[in-house]
């Protein structure tokens, strides 16, 4: 019998310390998930207990994760880890579970981003039909919009010009009919001197020049003002008889020239 123990040391021997590196290789493992824990926990802890939004997701799955990984390492470091022998069977199985555990994760995974992929598409879909509606929309508007700018440009055109056309004849007769008023009234109360009377008059030599109307005097004084603006005086020539140029100046309707008196204008009462 101890021969035989002795032939059997060698592989109990390697039992023992594949036993005690599997052991040890766990408890890294371990370690390695705690600190990665800490780690995560001091990073939480600096960001504070804030409210968390939609856009925070991401941030409030990690700390489900953390929770739960702290969980299951407190169970783990309560329990003691069972050694699995390390055969070929064994290793399959395991093999397997895993296999079974990643496509079943895998499939969630795609169930999500197929319902994802399909939410999307339905969107965009929708979407499409509101910017093909709002173009139709548009283009119907655009072509209104041209009918409508040639229909009020030539309705506008017309009628505009018929308008101004016949304010400018009203205004034309109702200036002829002011200027044949004024022609008559001027004619009526200022009539040119009598020159039979001034020929009664001895030692007064009669003028040589020929009188004009006060109508012809302002209508002379008018002209200037509208023709040269800048300039509107003209000389009081011999024509002018002078009663009726101090007629105008003193009722304020002709002025003076401040350095020439021999020059008058019309006051400029549009102004």
């Not at 890294?28 to 939004?53: F, I, P, R, Y």
């Not at 579970?97 to 598409?121: G, M, P, W, Y």
């Not at 440009?153 to 002829?176: A, G, M, P, Q, W």
Request: hydrophobic share 35%; glycine share 2%; with cysteine.
């Amino acid at each position: 019998m101890s021969v035989r123990q002795q032939d059997l040391d060698p592989d109990s021997t390697t039992d023992i310390e594949d036993v005690a590196d599997t052991k040890e290789e766990l408890i890294k493992k371990c370690e390695e998930m705690w600190k990665d824990m800490e780690e995560c926990q001091n990073k939480l802890s600096l960001v504070g207990a804030e409210t968390l939004t939609d856009s925070n997701a991401q941030l409030s799955l990690l700390i489900m994760q953390v929770k739960c990984l702290t969980a299951e390492l407190s169970q783990w470091q309560k329990e003691t880890p069972e050694i699995i022998p390390l055969n070929d069977e064994v290793l399959v199985t395991i093999g397997k579970e895993e296999f079974q555990k990643l496509r079943h994760d895998l499939e969630l995974v795609l169930s999500t981003i197929q319902s994802k992929n399909a939410k999307l598409k339905e969107d965009l879909e929708r979407e499409q039909q509101w910017l093909d509606e709002q173009q139709q929309i548009l283009e119907s508007l655009i072509v209104l919009h041209n009918e409508l700018k040639h229909q009020v440009v030539t309705v506008s055109e017309s009628r505009i010009f018929n308008e101004l056309k016949t304010k400018l004849h009203d205004t034309k007769e109702y200036k002829e009919k002011l200027l044949i008023t004024l022609s008559e009234f001027l004619e009526d109360h200022f009539p040119l001197p009598d020159r039979s009377a001034k020929k009664k008059k001895k030692n007064i030599q009669e003028s040589t020049a020929q009188l004009i109307t006060l109508h012809e005097m302002l209508e002379i004084l008018l002209n200037r003002l509208f023709d040269v603006p800048h300039d509107p005086y003209i000389k009081i020539s011999n024509s002018f008889w002078p009663p009726y140029v101090e007629l105008l100046l003193r009722n304020g309707i002709a002025l003076r020239h401040p350095e020439d008196p021999t020059r008058i204008r019309l006051e400029a009462f549009h102004q």
